[in-house]
């Protein structure tokens, strides 16, 4: 089924889909097993062309549209997470802040370090600081040309494998006045201070490792500090619409799980019998694989829309409403089409011999990471009602809220 694609992005599908079978498959228990970060398929990756590939021709990337990633992304997904996590996070995370406001030397950077196979990470959570981010504690003072950063961070994808990061700060100007919130750009192992804590002991997607980082007078030279454009005292907002280009990876690397765990499903209906019959003629599980076809058709059109509706009106980034509607539609959804994947295969489904318990695993991380199903319904919301709403940091009650008090 094509849903609107052009015959590039239907070749470029198939050109992925036949990387994900052939180079990918073979590979996805063992980076399970050995939670170890796959090198070898970052290699392969480079050299298909699908890291960066949405960077500028200019920089060495491809001019890709941000549609073209997700077709990649769901392709890697439905064979292993983790790769499509790379392909999300060398495309349309941090890189996508940083090409949207770095500056010149900032953009040769970040392209030439994810070329050469870094997955850039991004640094906002703190172990006080999730949902509500902007109670971030990390500071980064200006010291003559350079910014020192103190702090830490956790839960950082790529923790002690990437190279680039992107670090939100507390900005403070040499008399200690605080500016805002702004993004610093430091390169691990060239910046003084950038130390790595504890790994996390995730459920899923565990040859990606999620960690701490720590900042011990870490030393950012001044011209790698990301100036948003509407200055630092607005610094976070902009900083963070960029975040909307993740959640439409994050949302696709979901719903590529789904897909993934479908066709097992599709295939074994058709092949296992019980009953003297194939498990696909009995209707309550027909008219589970309808379900499960519907509730992916749905999400993976909320998804291209949203990749679509970056460049549209010459905007940067996705539109943000568009952007978290598919990450919850798709991750929520996701979770229930892999649980009902896995049950097809009674036993064998929670073998860790099958797929099925490992995608079980990856896929409930996609409510959580990148903005939660519910903060997310809270940003489009707001957006529906024009408020700031009282479980936001800055909101207030709204008035029929407020009279309803009085
Ligand atoms: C695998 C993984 C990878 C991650 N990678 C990164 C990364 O690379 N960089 C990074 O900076 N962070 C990363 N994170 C962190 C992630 O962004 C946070 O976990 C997320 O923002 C939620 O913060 P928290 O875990 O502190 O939960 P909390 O904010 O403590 O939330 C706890 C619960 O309360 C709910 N809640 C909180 N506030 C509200 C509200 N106002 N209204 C309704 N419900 C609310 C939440 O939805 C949640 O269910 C990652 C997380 C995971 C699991």
Redesign the pocket.
């Known amino acids: 089924m094509e849903l609107g694609l052009s015959p590039d992005e239907i070749a470029l599908q198939a050109r992925a889909r036949a990387f994900s079978k052939d180079v990918v498959r073979p590979r996805a228990a063992a980076i399970d097993r050995d939670e170890q970060y796959p090198w070898d398929i970052v290699q392969a990756l480079g050299q298909a062309g699908f890291l960066g590939m949405t960077l500028p021709k200019a920089l060495g990337g491809k001019d890709a549209s941000f549609l073209d990633a997700v077709l990649v992304i769901e392709e890697m997904a439905k064979s292993c997470s983790v790769t499509a996590r790379i392909v999300v ?1 060398t495309n349309m ?1 941090a890189i996508s802040t940083v090409m949207a406001y770095g500056s010149a030397p900032q953009k040769k950077l970040a392209a030439r370090l994810v070329l050469e196979g870094d997955k850039p ?13 902007l109670a971030m504690t990390t500071r980064a003072v200006k010291r003559g040309d350079k910014y020192i950063v103190n702090g830490k ?7 002690g494998v990437s190279r680039l990061h992107l670090i ?1 700060a507390r900005v403070f100007d040499e008399r200690g006045q605080e500016l805002g919130i702004g993004g610093l750009l430091a390169v691990r192992d060239e910046n003084k201070g950038l130390r790595v804590g504890r790994r ?1 002991q ?1 459920m ?2 565990r040859g ?1 490792p ?1 960690g701490e980082l720590l900042f011990e007078d870490l030393e950012v030279p001044a011209e790698m500090a990301i100036m948003p454009p509407s200055g630092l005292s607005r610094g976070f907002a902009d900083l963070m619409n960029a975040y909307n280009s993740q959640r439409v990876g994050a949302g696709t690397v979901a719903m590529g799980i789904a897909a993934g765990a479908l066709d097992h499903a599709l295939e074994w209906a058709k092949t296992r019998e019980q009953f003297g019959r194939p498990i696909g003629e009995f209707q309550g599980l027909q008219w589970m694989l309808a379900d499960m076809q519907t509730q992916l058709t749905a999400a993976r059109l909320m998804l291209y829309q949203a990749a679509r509706s970056r460049g549209a009106d010459g905007s940067t980034f996705p539109d943000p409403m568009l952007a978290a509607q598919a990450k919850i539609f798709a991750s929520e959804s996701a979770i229930k089409i892999v649980n009902d994947a896995l049950q097809f295969f009674g036993a064998r489904g929670y073998s860790r011999e099958l797929p099925l318990e490992r995608m079980a695993r990856d896929v409930r ?1 996609f ?9 997310l ?2 940003l489009v919301a707001g957006k529906m009602l024009g408020w700031k ?1 009282p ?2 940091r800055d909101g207030y009650a709204p008035k029929p809220m407020r009279d309803a008090a009085e």
């Not at 906002?124 to 949902?131: K, L, R, Y």
């Not at 961070?153 to 923790?159: F, M, R, Y």
């Not at 409510?367 to 903060?375: E, S």
């Open positions: 996070e995370g990470a991004i640094c906002i959570t703190e172990p006080d600081a999730g949902s509500d981010a961070k956790h839960w950082i994808t790529g923790a939100f996390e995730t899923g997607l990606m999620e991380m409510t959580i990471g990148g903005g939660t199903a519910q903060v319904r809270t709403l479980q936001t």
